[in-house]
């Protein structure tokens, strides 16, 4: 009993931040993604956030109405993934609301997502104008 009054804290916080983690790591995975498969589509792919739900989809104008290149989903652009955040991690801050890649891989907007934990700990996932994504502790 006494080692577990001492051990739960930890565990506890070890929990949250592996929380953090797995929601960062995600989102670096679903960049990396969404920048393969502008090369493999030979079309502009575009990662936008709103309202703690990541979209994934190609911008080729698809559909009558469809307008390619705008960075808006609009037509019957397909969508390559959808993903909600946990409920305890938020997007605090970001230096672009949605960003693309081109089909050679590069960024259209470089920029950070600032991700937090409803324990305070933070996350930066970075996406540089070359394409290069990385994570590092906020």
Do not use: C, Y
């Not at 979209?55 to 390559?80: L, Q, W």
């Not at 324990?119 to 996406?127: L, Q």
Request: glycine share 8%; aromatic share 6%; no cysteine.
């Amino acid at each position: 009993a006494i080692i577990a009054v001492f051990a739960a804290p930890n565990f506890l916080s070890w929990r949250s931040n592996m929380s953090l983690r797995g929601a960062v790591n995600n989102i670096k995975g679903d960049l990396q993604n969404a920048k393969s498969s502008a090369a493999r589509e030979s079309a502009r792919v575009v990662l936008e956030f709103v309202n703690n739900r990541m979209r994934i989809f190609v911008d080729d104008g698809a559909g009558p109405t469809g307008v390619k290149n705008n960075s808006i989903r609009d037509g019957s652009e397909r969508i390559i993934r959808e993903r909600e955040l946990p409920v305890s991690v938020t997007v605090i801050s970001s230096t672009f609301v949605k960003t693309h890649f081109n089909p050679r891989g590069t960024s259209g907007a470089a920029g950070t997502f600032i991700l937090e934990h409803a324990n305070g700990a933070r996350m930066n996932v970075i996406v540089s104008p070359m394409g290069r994504i990385r994570i590092e502790n906020g």
